[in-house]
C-alpha cells in the first residue's frame, strides 16, 4: 500500500464494518483493553553490552544486526544472530532467514504512500534507497527493485468521493494527513487512508518536484481504469503515484545476508528458540529446542509472527495470516501485463502485482486468519503461524479466500480471461504481526530493564523500511528513539485478566474483510 496528498478533509462517511461470523472459539471474543505506552529504561546513560543475542533473521532482525555492526559504539560488542533458517540439503550452508520467514518472497509492495505522516516520511527515505541503482551493489539494482508505480484505491460513498476530489471544503490545515487521524481515533475505513495519504503525498512532492509530477488523483472507476492500463479496475476513487513499485523480496534479503556476514561482525546460529532464559527482573539469554543455551547481556526478540510463542503479547500484536497465490504465465501473458501498476484496493485488501519470471502474484492484505495455539507465555490461546515448513500440509488457502483472489483477477484483469480460472502454481498464508494500530512495537520491556528489547509487530508493511529500518531499531536500543515515534513504538501496558483483549485486530483503515477468521474453520469449509 502506498499513498499521496493535500488539502484538507471533511469527515467521513459512516462505516458499519462486517459482522464476525459466530463460533465457539475464544477468538471470536473480541475484548477492548485499554493501554499506556511505557518508555525505554532511560534512568541511567546507555552503555553498550558486551553481548547482543538477536531472535530472528528476518527484516527486523537482519536490518538490526547489520546496523550494529557498523556503528563504532558497538565495536567491542559481540553480536549473534539465531534462526531456524533453512538448509536445502543436510550438507549445504543454512540460508538465513527461513523460507517461510514473512520477508521472503517473491515481491513486496515499496511505496512512500501512508495515511500517517511520520511513516510516510520515513517510507519517502527509505524509497530514494531503493531506488538507487547506480552500482551491481546498490540495494535497488539488479532487480531488487523495480520502479512500475502504485494505483492506491477503495470504495467510497458518493459524498467521499466529492470529498477527496475536493479538500478545501474543509477547515483542516494542508500540512499533512495528521488532521484526519485526530478526527478517528477509533475504526478507519480504506477511504480515510487514502484520503489521509493523498494529503501525506502533496505534502511531500512541495519539497519534491519529481514526486509532484508523477502523483495524479483518480477521482472514478474510468480513470482508475485508464491509469492501471489492463482494461480492469477496482474501487471507486483513488490516485497514482508513479513514485513506487515492488521489490523481490527474497534477492533483497539475500543482498541485506550478504552485507552483514561481509561486516564479519556477526556470528548466525540455527536453531530454534523454545525459550527465553530470565529471572524476575532480567532476560539473560535463550534455550533452543536442541537443549543448547545461548547467553547474553541484552537479547533483542525480532522473531517476526512467531515473537507470541515466546513472550507475552497479548492486547499488544497477534499473528495472521494473509492469503497469497502465483498464478503461471506464458512468456506473451506476461510481456502484456509487465506495463500495468501495482493496484491496491484498501476496502477488498485485494492487490496484484505486475508479474515476473512468468508467475502473476495476487493476494489480499486483510485482517487475516487466526491460528489459535497453546502457548507457555499467556493464559489465553495464541495466534501462531501455520507453513508449509511447520506443517508440511498446509499448502492450500481456505475456499473463501481461493474465491476472493479469484475476484481479484476478474475485476482487475477482466480481458485476461484464461488467467481467471487458471490453477494456481503455488498457494500460502503469509503471517504477519499486527498491532491494534498499525504501529511496529521498538522498546526495551518494562519488567526486564535493558536485557530485553522487542522488534516486532511489522503489520504487514514493515518489509519496505529495510533500507531505514535497523539504524531506527538501534537508535532506540541507544535510547534515541525518534521523537516522532516515541509513542508509536513504545511498549504498550494493557488490562490484565478478563480485561485483555483476546484478539488484536488492526483498525488503521488498511485492511479489508472480516476480522476474528479462524484458520481451521475456514479450512473445514473446503468439504
Not at 480481458?415 to 504481526?433: I, K, M, N, V
Request: charged share 15%.
Amino acid at each position: 500500500m502506498d499513498a499521496d496528498a493535500s488539502s484538507s478533509v471533511p469527515s467521513n462517511p459512516a462505516f458499519t464494518p462486517s459482522p464476525s461470523p459466530t463460533s465457539s472459539s475464544p477468538f471470536h471474543n473480541f475484548g477492548t483493553t485499554t493501554s499506556t505506552s511505557t518508555a525505554a529504561p532511560t534512568s541511567s546513560p546507555f552503555s553498550p553490552p558486551s553481548s547482543i543475542l538477536i531472535i530472528g533473521s528476518g527484516v527486523f532482525g537482519l536490518s538490526t544486526a547489520y546496523a550494529l555492526a557498523r556503528r563504532d559504539v558497538f565495536s567491542n560488542t559481540t553480536i549473534t544472530v539465531v534462526d531456524r533458517a533453512s538448509s536445502p540439503s543436510p550438507s549445504s550452508t543454512p540460508v538465513f532467514p527461513a523460507r517461510d520467514a514473512s520477508s521472503i518472497d517473491s515481491s513486496r509492495i515499496i511505496r512512500g504512500d501512508y495515511a500517517d505522516p511520520a511513516y510516510a516520511a520515513l517510507a519517502t527515505e527509505a524509497l530514494r534507497q531503493w531506488r538507487n541503482n547506480d552500482s551491481p551493489g546498490s540495494l535497488g539494482a539488479e532487480g531488487r527493485y523495480n520502479e512500475c508505480g502504485l494505483v492506491l484505491v477503495a470504495d467510497a460513498e458518493p459524498q467521499a468521493l466529492s470529498a477527496l476530489a475536493n479538500p478545501s471544503s474543509s477547515s483542516t490545515t494542508p500540512n499533512s494527513g495528521a488532521s484526519l487521524l485526530e478526527q478517528h481515533n477509533a475504526k478507519k475505513t480504506g477511504i480515510d487512508y487514502v484520503r489521509a495519504s493523498w494529503e501525506n503525498a502533496v505534502a511531500l512532492s512541495a519539497q519534491d518536484a519529481e514526486l509532484a509530477s508523477r502523483i495524479r488523483l483518480l477521482p472514478d472507476p474510468a480513470a482508475i481504469r485508464d491509469a492501471v492500463g489492463t482494461g480492469g479496475t477496482s474501487g471507486t476513487t483513488g490516485y497514482i503515484n508513479g513514485y513506487a513499485g515492488w521489490a523481490d523480496a527474497d534477492r533483497s534479503m539475500a543482498w541485506l545476508y550478504s552485507r552483514v556476514a561481509a561486516t564479519d561482525r556477526v556470528s548466525f546460529v540455527q536453531g530454534t528458540v523454545s525459550a527465553l532464559v530470565h529471572t524476575d527482573d532480567a532476560v539473560t539469554g535463550a534455550t533452543l529446542a536442541s537443549g543448547q543455551t545461548l547467553s547474553a547481556d541484552l537479547v533483542i526478540l525480532a522473531a517476526g509472527a512467531w515473537t507470541p510463542s515466546l513472550l507475552d503479547l497479548s492486547g499488544q500484536a497477534t499473528a495472521t495470516g494473509q492469503a497469497v497465490a502465483y498464478l503461471p504465465l506464458t512468456d506473451e501473458e506476461q510481456a502484456s501485463l509487465s506495463g500495468m501498476p501495482v493496484l491496491l484496493n484498501l476496502t477488498t485488501g485485494l492487490f496484484i502485482i505486475p508479474p515476473s519470471n512468468n508467475t502473476l502474484k495476487v493476494a489480499r492484505h486483510a485482517y487475516g486468519y487466526l491460528n489459535p495455539s497453546s502457548s507457555t507465555t499467556s493464559r489465553n490461546p495464541v495466534s501462531l503461524p501455520r507453513t508449509n515448513l511447520t506443517t508440511p500440509s498446509a499448502l492450500s488457502l481456505p475456499p473463501e479466500a481461493t474465491s476472493s483472489l479469484r475476484s481479484a483477477l476478474r475485476e482487475m484483469l477482466p480481458s485476461h480471461t484464461e488467467l481467471h480460472d487458471r490453477p494456481f502454481s503455488q498457494e500460502r498464508l503469509c503471517w504477519y504481526t499486527d498491532t491494534p494500530t498499525g504501529d511496529f512495537i521498538i522498546s526495551y520491556h518494562p519488567r526486564y530493564g535493558r536485557s530485553l528489547f522487542v522488534a516486532t509487530g511489522g503489520s504487514g508493511h514493515g518489509f519496505k523500511f529495510l533500507p531505514v529500518l535497523g539504524d531506527k531499531i538501534v537508535d532506540a536500543v541507544e535510547g534515541r528513539t525518534p521523537e516522532e515515534f516515541v509513542d508509536k513504538w513504545a511498549w504498550k501496558e494493557t488490562g490484565e485478566g478478563s480485561e485483555r483483549a483476546v484478539v488484536v485486530v488492526t483498525e488503521d483503515g488498511s485492511r479489508g474483510g472480516v476480522p476474528g477468521l479462524v484458520l481451521d474453520e475456514e479450512m473445514a469449509r473446503m468439504g
